[in-house]
């Protein structure tokens, strides 16, 4: 088959991959940067693509000249040598020198970028540990530059100040993982037993959506991430919110809400999920063997290891103040125009979260959380321990209940 004639074939078939690597909407398109730290890395690899092209079409475009010019024209020539250019001076200096010239501009500016992206955040700045495991991210807050990183305590969805630079530790738990909200900044490995520095600024208020990109088990596709940027008072009220713990019930109150509440405190959820003013002291330090504690420990470790691999399981308090659960797979919101519109404190108003509670998600979950989602929520003998939340055989009516019970952790 002749050159020209693949090259026919092979047109089309480029036109159609490029065609289905364009998408209308793709909230993880890093090439509509979203935030300072993207923008940097934007203004990297246009100059660099540029560049890139340029080589690619000037390399490629001179081997199909070559290939075609110089080509055996018949049998008779197929052995002949084309004329040899070993020891021309002039070329081998010039294709010696450019390429290092290349590769020194791209290095320039690799560095000034790299220098950026890891500019140390005021002393003043929002600052979070991010912590990832299988399959989840928890989002830890220090407010008062104390370190501890324990003054909130949340999971699925990091809320930011809009406008503001926010810097990031990102560790794990378990395995390795990376997390990238590609419209705020490029990837950082999640690496146990090691803190690694981010940043991240949002230019605009906002949802921006992420994901986990370092393979980390059965559920990796599913270890989704969301950054809710907010205006700095709607930031400031949300930090207000989510430091209030949350009610307890009567033993003679006979309410739908009571009973999920009774539901959750008997059941195995309590013992894997923490919520403030309910059962702290299942989850308090004495209670925790000293073997259990580490860096990344503290209050809402689980102190039995058969429960969780990873003795952590998402901090419930204020549940209702997320739109997404089970690692950001599911919404907890409708997906209308209306609720959307809502925001993050979208469960504050009981008519809201009537009308926009996606009660079939969350029931379906409760009902068997190993077939909504991959994990080894069962202890198999001579493999690994429980990863994620296992079948705990509620009934219609618990499930029912346990969504009461949950539509008033705001």
């Not at 289905?20 to 890093?30: E, K, L, S, V």
């Not at 949802?207 to 270890?223: D, N, P, V």
């Not at 429960?307 to 103040?321: E, G």
Request: aromatic share 8%; hydrophobic share 40%; net charge negative.
């Amino acid at each position: 088959m002749s050159v020209l004639r693949r090259a026919r074939l092979l047109g089309p078939a480029a036109v159609v991959a490029l065609l289905a690597a364009c998408a209308g909407n793709a909230p993880q398109d890093t090439l509509e940067p979203e935030g300072k730290y993207a923008k940097d890395i934007d203004n990297l690899i246009s100059p660099i693509f540029v560049i890139s092209g340029i080589v690619f079409v000037l390399v490629l475009g001179g081997a199909v000249l070559i290939a075609i010019k110089y080509r055996a024209r018949d049998d008779e020539h197929f052995d002949d040598m084309p004329h040899q250019v070993h020891g021309n001076n002039t070329l081998e200096i010039g294709w010696t020198i450019l390429p290092a010239l290349i590769l020194g501009v791209v290095g320039v500016l690799s560095v000034a970028a790299i220098f950026n992206l890891y500019e140390e955040p005021p002393a003043d700045a929002v600052k979070v540990q991010v912590v990832g495991q299988q399959w989840w991210w928890e989002y830890r807050y220090d407010l008062d530059g104390d370190g501890s990183y324990e003054e909130i305590v949340t999971a699925n969805e990091l809320v930011i100040p809009s406008g503001e630079q926010v810097g990031l530790e990102i560790t794990s738990r378990d395995v390795i993982h990376s997390f990238w909200a590609p419209k705020l900044n490029g990837k950082r490995d999640a690496v146990p037993n090691r803190s690694h520095p981010w940043n991240l600024q949002a230019d605009q208020p906002g949802e921006y959506i992420g994901q986990c990109t370092e393979f980390c088990g059965l559920s990796h596709a599913e270890m989704r991430i969301k950054v809710v940027a907010l205006e700095r008072d709607d930031f400031d009220q949300w930090v207000t919110d989510q430091q209030v713990e949350a009610e307890t019930y009567a033993e003679d109150d006979t309410s739908e809400e009571a009973e999920g509440y009774r539901v959750f405190t008997q059941q195995l959820c309590a013992s894997c999920h923490l919520v403030a003013g309910v059962n702290d002291d299942e989850f308090s330090d004495e209670s925790i063997p000293e073997f259990h504690r580490d860096s990344i420990g503290g209050p809402g470790t689980i102190t039995d290891p058969e429960l969780q691999a990873s003795r952590h399981a998402p901090n419930l308090t204020h549940f209702m103040s997320r739109s997404t659960f089970a690692g950001a797979k599911f919404d907890l919101r409708r997906d209308t125009e209306e609720c959307e519109a809502l925001g993050v404190r979208w469960a504050e108003d009981e008519d809201d979260l009537e009308r926009c509670l996606d009660r079939g998600a969350l029931e379906a979950w409760m009902r068997n959380p190993p077939a909504e989602k991959a994990m080894a929520a069962e202890v198999v003998p001579g493999r690994s321990p429980r990863r994620g939340m296992p079948n705990l055989e509620l009934t219609e009516e618990q499930i029912d209940q346990l969504v009461a019970y949950l539509s008033t952790l705001k």
